[in-house]
């Protein structure tokens, strides 16, 4: 075939000096090799079909030069056109098969939200609702996933009306991950593979999860299983899925400057509401069906025949002020150093960590102590700049003394700041100082018994695994309702592994083995976490 068989006039164009042409049929005469190859035969035929609906508004003029037309129909070019007009036409058959399945999917939905209307399902339709909106929101972040992943690391809480046991958090990271597999599919990503030492440890924890739960099998209570608990397992898959997606896209330059507010967003929003909750009456009850994070309402409070002061006075931990400043303290370690922070020198961060600490004092977490400082220490060492920790170092000494010093004398701490601060010697209200002791004996007493018991960890080197007996379950949901409960001093704690120590529970769950190759990953992890990023 000639190349000028190729062309037929389309329209004339004098300011051009000759007419245009445009590419003629058949399509399948493109590519040489076609006649040999069915398959590619069958696809290009395809093509020629769909060429009308292609094209029909996008009819390609080229020049009408033989010297053109001879040049543009050499075999790779040839190649290159079959090419084009092959993805041109499967966007065609994508564009039919989107529009045949968003008709039929329509009525179909149709019908169904008439009957639940009549039935005065509502919740159902909420939730089928609410699944619109998600799967709307991911399909139109696109390449975008990245940020949705980033915000997921902070994120807390569950929906309350949703049947399925999933974490806003791990609702996230299974929609990025589906949108992350649909563009590898169709090769909107490109696949990439790391092989860092970090990674290496990731894929070593996985393994030896693995062969924790062949040695440990468990399941779910609503499956009838005889072990129950194990929705951590479901936490360590939502991780790995966390880890294959994050990894497959590249943060623009542009953008990972305002990462350190992208992850930080949920954690302040959440926390911001469960304060609410706390102080404003009937907050919790409008905002738990749709995040299980809120803390106590203070309208429970005065309906289980209590004041509105108890719920701000004497030891009581206000929800949600602890991370709001913690978090405030991230932010501003992600992006100056320490000196600048603490200096009054600039007002603005200045102001910005003086209430970061105050509600991390208004917690009444003792440990929030121990983890500014830790973020402090890491700004310094990542910046290489560890003389700025003697000024900080000074401003605490000072700071502090004027707390134990004027406590009791010319002010009164609220409660919760006297716990906090219950560690360091100073005239604090003894409900306050007692409730913190006690607390510290109950975590000691665990400890003890913990250790002392074989029969809370039974395999110290590999672990237990996570999960405990149905029949414990049973004795635990009775205790909550008041029902009955453990005879032999056995708290839930000691069942399920939760011993508020992070070296004993990982014993527990994976074993001294387990736990040495998860210790320099959690390192790194806290060296990102102060730096973000």
């Known amino acids: 075939m000639s190349g000028d068989e190729w062309f037929t006039p389309y329209q004339e164009d004098p300011a051009a000096g000759g007419s245009s042409y445009c590419l003629s049929f058949p399509v399948h005469k493109i590519c040489g090799r076609a006649a040999s190859r069915p398959s590619v035969v069958s696809s290009a035929t395809s093509a020629t079909l769909c060429s009308y609906f292609c094209f029909r508004d996008e009819i390609v003029a080229l020049p009408a030069s033989r010297e053109f037309r001879n040049r543009a129909f050499h075999p790779e070019a040839s190649n290159l056109a079959f090419r084009k007009m092959q993805s041109l036409a499967n966007a065609a058959v994508g ?35 609410g699944a619109f909106i998600a799967i709307a929101i991911f399909l139109a972040i696109g390449r975008n996933a990245y940020i949705f992943l980033a915000m997921a690391v902070s994120m807390s809480g569950s929906i309350g009306i949703l049947a399925l046991p999933f974490s806003y958090q791990e609702l996230t990271i299974f929609g990025c991950f589906g949108i992350t597999l649909a563009f590898l599919t169709f090769k909107k ?53 966390f880890y294959l997606a994050i990894t497959q896209y590249k943060i623009p330059a542009k953008l990972a400057p305002k990462f350190p507010f992208i992850i930080a967003g949920p954690a302040i929003i959440l926390s911001s509401l469960a304060m609410a909750a706390f102080f404003i009456p009937g907050v919790g009850k409008i905002v738990y069906p749709f995040w299980t994070g809120v803390g106590i309402d203070r309208s429970v409070i005065e309906a289980a025949g209590g004041t509105a002061s108890d719920a701000t006075s004497g030891f009581s931990r206000i929800p949600g002020s602890s991370l709001i400043g913690i978090t405030t303290v991230q932010l501003l370690c992600a992006y100056f150093p320490v000196a600048h922070i603490i200096s009054p020198m600039n007002p603005g961060m200045f102001v910005t960590f003086a209430a970061a600490l105050i509600l991390w004092l208004l917690s009444g977490f003792r440990s929030g102590f121990l983890v500014y400082l830790t973020y402090l220490f890491f700004n310094c060492a990542l910046r290489r700049r560890f003389f700025d920790l003697v000024p900080a170092f000074f401003a605490g000494i000072l700071l502090f003394s004027v707390l134990i010093a004027g406590q009791g004398t010319l002010f009164n701490l609220p409660g919760g700041m006297q716990r906090s601060l219950s560690f360091l010697p100073g005239n604090w209200n003894h409900e306050a100082a007692s409730d913190a002791e006690s607390s510290t004996e109950w975590r000691l007493n665990i400890w003890k018994e913990v250790w002392g018991n074989k029969e809370f960890i039974k395999n110290r080197w590999l672990g237990d695994g996570f999960g405990f007996s149905a029949y414990d379950l049973k004795i635990q949901i009775d205790s909550i309702l008041g029902q009955g409960g453990y005879t032999d001093g056995t708290s839930a704690q000691m069942v399920t592994g939760a011993y508020h120590s992070g070296p004993l529970s990982t014993i527990r769950y994976v074993g001294g083995v387990g736990g040495l190759p998860s210790s320099p990953s959690r390192c790194f992890s806290r060296f990102l976490n102060c730096m973000h990023w």
């Open 189 to 241: 990503l490109r696949l990439e593979t790391r092989t860092s030492p970090l990674d290496l440890i990731v894929f070593l924890n996985l393994a030896y999860m693995v062969t924790v739960y062949m040695r440990n099998p468990v399941g779910f209570r609503a499956l009838g299983s005889e072990m129950v608990g194990g929705r951590p397992y479901l936490t360590v898959i939502a991780s790995v899925l």
């Open 95 to 129: 564009r039919f098969i989107l529009l045949t399945s968003v008709t039929l999917g329509g009525l179909a939905m149709s019908v169904y939200f008439g009957r639940a209307v009549a039935q005065g399902n509502f919740r159902m339709l909420g939730m089928i609702f």
